[in-house]
T-cell receptor
Framework: QKEVEQDPGPLSVPEGAIVSLNCTYS??????FMWYRQYSRKGPELLMY????GNKEDGRFTAQVDKSSKYISLFIRDSQPSDSATYLC????????????FGQGTILTVHP | DSGVTQTPKHLITATGQRVTLRCSPR?????VYWYQQSLDQGLQFLIQ???????AKGNILERFSAQQFPDLHSELNLSSLELGDSALYFC????????????FGPGTRLTVT
């Protein structure tokens, strides 16, 4: 079983929809939770991060972490075609904070 | 553009061969990370260097090796290549060796035939 599980999708939604992306994990040592966005033929880029449990909002994006359930989410409001990308959750904790553990990535397409 | 450069962009080679992938970190970054991205395994951490020294190791095969040079660029060497080594290889860099905010390069697509 992988440490981080993420439904690869693909997910297709109409423009303006609310998108919900999720990951579950098994390692209790994880303390920082990130969402990276990867456009086609590009490297991943950090979108948001959250420390421990709670919510964080940045514009149309909201990240949620529930450590008790080992579950994290990313919500995208008013989705745009430019949001079409692969979204990867990533986690880190324990002894090495540079060693990121990624989910499989969810492919999202927002169609006009 | 993240400021991390990787060469070559594409590489096609045969099984059993050896290749070298190169990464130049962002200006001022001391730490370099290598990742492998495949359809079945996703993005997996291979190895991290900080200021020339190996700092952390992940799921890196014995056939693979890496190093970071005094000018801070890094090379990932893949030998005795197998079909299953076909993947995207990404390099990332940070100033701080314990930073989760990693800046990724555009990747090298390796195809083993």
């Amino acid at each position: 079983q992988k440490e981080v599980e993420q439904d690869p999708g693909p997910l297709s939604v109409p423009e303006g929809a609310i998108v919900s992306l999720n990951c579950t994990y098994s390692n209790s040592a994880f303390q920082y939770f990130m969402w990276y966005r990867q456009y086609s033929r590009k490297g991943p880029e950090l979108l948001m991060y959250t420390y421990s449990s709670g919510n964080k909002e940045d514009g149309r994006f909201t990240a949620q972490v529930d450590k008790s359930s080992k579950y994290i989410s990313l919500f995208i409001r008013d989705s745009q075609p430019s949001d079409s990308a692969t979204y990867l959750c990533a986690m880190v904790g324990g002894t090495s904070y540079g060693k990121l553990t990624f989910g499989q990535g969810t492919i999202l397409t927002v169609h006009p | 553009d993240s400021g991390v450069t990787q060469t070559p962009k594409h590489l096609i080679t045969a099984t059993g061969q050896r290749v070298t992938l190169r990464c130049s970190p962002r200006s001022g970054d001391l730490s370099v990370y290598w990742y492998q991205q495949s359809l079945d395994q996703g993005l997996q951490f291979l190895i991290q260097y900080y200021n020339g020294e190996e700092r952390a190791k992940g799921n890196i095969l014995e056939r693979f090796s890496a190093q970071q040079f005094p000018d801070l660029h890094s090379e990932l060497n893949l030998s005795s290549l197998e079909l299953g080594d076909s993947a995207l290889y990404f390099c990332a860099s940070t100033i701080d060796p314990d930073s989760y905010e990693q800046y990724f390069g555009p990747g090298t697509r390796l195809t083993v035939t």
